[in-house]
């Protein structure tokens, strides 16, 4: 039988494998602050987050924004029980420390989904980052583009030029950019491309 150190030890180990959220930032480090900063120039103190995965995108909006800000993440989590718990944990931790989180597990174009996001609605910003086939991306758009006074697209830079060293991490067309490009012309909009050479990751914004 463990004991007491033992077993705080363990519980210790188990804390920082649900932290992934503190240090798994899966943006450009330059890009995503550049986002923040107008996140904050703009005021936002409610944002929507689809696709968060480890929450390392989330924890660093949020820290970003003032305390009490309301903070959604949709994420359809299938087999990342990892990736799940430290999900949780962030927004454990974001309702902890004083703002107003809120975690929604689901298929993001889902009736149920879309009427759960709505009810904590509308927001400052919508950040979509879940699905990148174009049919997935414009569903995001549709569903939650009218929720957010600001909305905005990661991986706007992604072109067939990227190959990844990871097995499967692209495996269908990547639509974000063709779906940005044609939607970009009819908006206010900027632009956060700072991975060298620009073709992938890349953050695009557009007010409403």
Partial sequence: M?????????????????????????????????????????????????GSMYGG???????????????????????????????????MELNDIG??????????????????????????CVFIDGAHTLEAVTNDWDNYGSMGRLVAFHDISWNDTWKSSVPGRVSKPMGVPELWQSLKKNYKHVEFQYQVPCNYYGIGVLWK
């Fill in 99 to 124: 703002y107003d989180a809120h975690l929604i597990f689901g298929d993001s174009a889902s009736p149920e989904i879309i009427e759960m996001a709505a009810a904590l609605g509308p927001y400052d």
């Fill in 57 to 91: 995108s989330l924890w660093r909006t949020a820290n970003y924004l003032p305390k009490g800000s309301r903070i959604v993440s949709i994420d359809y989590m299938v087999d990342t029980p990892e990736a799940k718990h430290s999900l949780q944990a962030c927004v």
């Fill in 2 to 50: 463990p004991d007491r150190q033992e077993q705080r030890d363990r519980g210790s180990m188990d804390a920082m494998k649900d932290e992934k959220y503190k240090a798994h930032l899966l943006q450009n480090v330059r890009e995503h602050t550049e986002f923040l900063r107008l996140l904050r120039s703009e005021e936002v103190l409610s944002y929507l987050e689809i």
